[in-house]
């Protein structure tokens, strides 16, 4: 069976690992991983703040962080925002 994340190192960082499935305006975006104690889902729109998005509602629920875009308008690009930081993080 292969590895999950084959490139991370299977130390105590992927056992304390905890996994978000993002969505925006109930579309599915991709995952969030939380490798650390100090890192919390909320860092997501921290990070959106950061690029000029204030108009939403987030929540976690379970699992799940749901961003509900306040201007629809504006939730295309924040999904794209998202499926690049999601990428890379």
């Given at each position: 069976m292969p590895e999950p994340y084959p490139f991370f190192n299977q130390g105590e960082e992927m056992?304390?690992?905890?996994?978000?499935?993002?969505?925006?305006?109930?579309?599915?975006v991709g995952n969030k991983i939380l490798f650390s104690q100090c890192e919390k889902i909320?860092?997501?729109s921290d990070y959106l703040n950061s690029?000029?998005?204030?108009?939403f509602?987030?929540?976690?629920e379970g699992?799940?962080?749901?961003?509900?875009?306040?201007?629809q308008d504006q939730g295309e690009v924040v999904?794209?925002?998202?499926?690049s930081y999601l990428r890379l993080n």
């Open positions: 056992k304390n690992a905890h996994t978000y499935n993002v969505y925006v305006n109930d579309d599915y909320e860092d997501l690029k000029g998005f204030y108009n509602q987030a929540e976690a699992d799940h962080y749901h961003l509900q875009m306040t201007e999904k794209d925002e998202l499926h």
